[in-house]
């Protein structure tokens, strides 16, 4: 048995009441998709209230995020796919079969490289290694902050990831070749003004240039 009373006729919500709350709510919803789901999930920021919130940058990073991960996981099956490696000759056999990457490992050099990015502009550079050598880099920031990528290819390689980091404003350390091929670093400026990296490169390479 219940004891409540059934509402009254005009105490229910009318239908021109009930379409003026559903528009309301349709237009709050995509208000809401447009200014703040899209620019931070898509990158895609059609009225630019994204920006100003800094939503799209962090939707680029994602998507940038989500393409290197795609190109990490293309990599992980075409080297899953590929045979395995013949036996190896020995140490002595190996060394007088590869002697110009016998010079190239052994053969050092130091560089100063230096660039200027404006907001949302990216640069990368590489320095050319043998197999199993090495380098030592210290970069810096002046100005505000970046995204880096430290990565490398080769022919038949696209991407081999060694690092990254958002925001940073320098890092240091030592690069161990991989394998023969292109090593380096890939930078986007994502302050509000114009900075300045340093790279400072000392090790066995033997060209280092800008490639983007």
């Known amino acids: 048995m219940f004891n409540s009373q059934r509402p009254k006729t005009d105490d229910l919500p009318t239908s021109g009441q009930l ?6 709510a349709a237009l709050a919803a995509g208000t809401l998709l447009v200014t703040v789901i899209l620019p931070a999930e898509y990158a895609i920021d059609p009225t630019g209230a994204g920006r100003l919130l800094g939503l799209t940058e962090m939707g680029e990073i994602k998507a940038q995020l989500a393409e290197e991960a ?83 290819d080769a022919p038949g390689i696209s991407y081999h990831g060694y690092g990254k980091g958002q925001k940073s404003t320098g890092d240091a350390g030592k690069l161990v070749a991989a394998f023969e091929g292109s090593h380096g670093w890939f930078w986007r400026n994502r302050s509000e003004g114009t900075v300045t990296i340093t790279l400072k490169t000392d090790g066995a390479y033997t060209a280092i240039k800008r490639v983007v």
Do not use: C
Request: no cysteine.
């Open 70 to 152: 795609a190109a990490d996981a293309v990599q992980t099956v075409a080297t899953a796919a590929q045979p395995a490696p013949a036996p190896s000759a020995a140490p002595a056999e190996a060394a007088a079969a590869r002697p110009d990457a016998q010079i190239a490992a052994a053969a050092t050099r130091s560089d100063v490289t230096t660039l200027t990015l404006a907001p949302g502009e990216a640069a990368e550079i590489k320095a050319v290694m043998a197999n199993g050598a090495s380098l030592q880099y210290q970069w810096s920031v002046s100005g505000g902050h970046v995204n880096f990528d430290t990565h490398a």
């Open 19 to 24: 379409l003026k709350a559903t528009a309301v």
